[in-house]
């Protein structure tokens, strides 16, 4: 029985959720292969956890331009270094559980478990093989700490290989899968019941509006851009709020100013979002790496709101080049943007065809093959 130990930190949903679905296929296809799913910073310190977790959410939500000058300087330079003493100094609390558990693989979707892994091997105390899954659609050096110990890097497009080679990496060690990806954006549904459920009509356009998002960001360009929607007689929407109570309120007084109620679900909380991706036209989102790999594996052309300076504006920027996603930025006319884009099936089409071209659908099984039968 092989023993695999999936390191994540909670820094954001996409790394547990990468974390969740690599362990979700191995638990369905490899009997042999006993998994472990373990938040590694909250195993190391409950209270830096939390402290660290609440100061990045408070930055990325008050102060985003803040957070996105920490991220682009903790790539070198003293940020970076203050990066690297921690993780080296929780390292030490970490062996303690890697002694216990003796794994035989260690899989990380965040680079703070990598690195302090690598520490470990670096420092002999480790004999584990490391396996680095990145969940963004850009690098970062923080990634790559410790890289000569990583036996496995598995990245989300061709362009991250050819940076992290010319980073020092060998490509031996550069697996290009997709980010890991839950086994329901796979499936095939009766589209005519899940529009029934959820009270939708069959000859309309349907907008996937996801307008919480996970820090609440960008409220007054959020309301716009919803509005400019509900102005349409030719679509209609599922919005999804998240746990932003106050944006559920505004979506709903908005919806009953303009009489649209007939066209337009709001949703706190959704566990369907596979089941409403398959049956949209569009989806509107902040490009977190998980939602991103869920709408192109959706074939779902993209309209990015509020990306979170840092990886969130470096994932808009690698959608907007390949033409599979429109950036709405602050000084953008919003009505004339959506106006060029309903107005255009060529181009909406042309959107689709390369969304799915850009997916990686196997992203999950292709890394467990690589790693479990290779």
């Given at each position: 029985?092989?023993?695999?130990?999936?390191?994540?930190?909670?820094?954001?949903?996409?790394?547990?959720?990468?974390?969740?679905?690599?362990?979700?296929?191995?638990?369905?296809?490899?009997?042999?292969?006993?998994?472990?799913?373990?938040?590694?910073?909250?195993?190391?310190?409950?209270?830096?956890?939390?402290?660290?977790?609440?100061?990045?959410?408070?930055?990325?939500?008050?102060?985003?331009?803040?957070?996105?000058?920490?991220?682009?300087?903790?790539e070198r330079g003293p940020f970076a270094e203050i990066s690297n003493t921690s993780n080296k100094i929780m390292a030490v609390k970490l062996n303690k559980l890697l002694k216990e558990k003796n794994p035989d693989l260690i899989i990380s979707t965040h680079p703070f478990g990598s690195q302090m892994c690598s520490y470990l091997?670096?420092?002999?105390?480790?004999?584990?093989?490391?396996?680095?899954?990145?969940?963004?659609y850009a690098p970062h050096n923080q990634w790559l700490v410790g890289h000569s110990f990583v036996d496995y890097f598995f990245v989300s497009h061709e362009g991250m290989k050819d940076s992290l080679a010319k980073s020092g990496i060998e490509t031996f060690k550069i697996y290009v899968t997709g980010i890991p990806l839950s086994n329901k954006f796979l499936l095939k549904y009766e589209k005519s019941d899940i529009l029934k459920n959820f009270g939708l009509e069959p000859n309309k356009k349907t907008v996937l509006f996801f307008g919480g998002g996970e820090f609440g960001l960008g409220k007054t360009k959020t309301l716009k851009i919803f509005k400019s929607f509900l102005e349409s007689?030719?679509?209609?929407?599922?919005?999804?709020?998240?746990?932003?109570?106050?944006?559920?309120?505004?979506?709903?007084?908005?919806?009953?100013e303009s009489h649209k109620e007939s066209f337009v679900k709001i949703l706190e909380y959704t566990d369907k979002v596979p089941e409403l991706m398959y049956i949209s036209d569009l989806v509107v989102t902040k490009p977190g790496g998980l939602t991103t790999t869920e709408s192109l594996a959706s074939g779902l052309p993209i309209v990015i709101i509020n990306p979170i300076p840092g990886q969130e504006e470096d994932n808009a920027e690698y959608l907007e080049h390949n033409k599979v996603a429109i950036w709405i930025k602050n000084d953008d006319d919003v009505e004339h943007v959506l106006s060029d884009l309903f107005s255009d099936s060529d181009k909406m089409q042309e959107m689709k065809v390369r969304a799915r071209l850009l997916a990686k659908r196997n992203s999950t099984r292709d890394i467990c093959k690589i790693l479990f039968e290779e």
């Open positions: 029985m092989k023993k695999v130990l999936i390191f994540y930190a909670s820094y954001g949903g996409g790394h547990l959720s990468a974390a969740r679905s690599v362990k979700e296929f191995i638990d369905e296809n490899y009997p042999n292969v006993d998994s472990e799913l373990i938040d590694c910073v909250k195993y190391i310190n409950k209270a830096f956890n939390t402290l660290t977790t609440k100061a990045y959410s408070e930055m990325a939500k008050k102060v985003p331009k803040l957070w996105g000058n920490i991220y682009k300087k903790s091997k670096k420092k002999g105390k480790l004999n584990a093989k490391i396996a680095t899954i990145m969940t963004d007689d030719d679509i209609q929407i599922v919005a999804i709020s998240g746990k932003n109570h106050k944006m559920k309120e505004n979506f709903e007084n908005m919806v009953e």
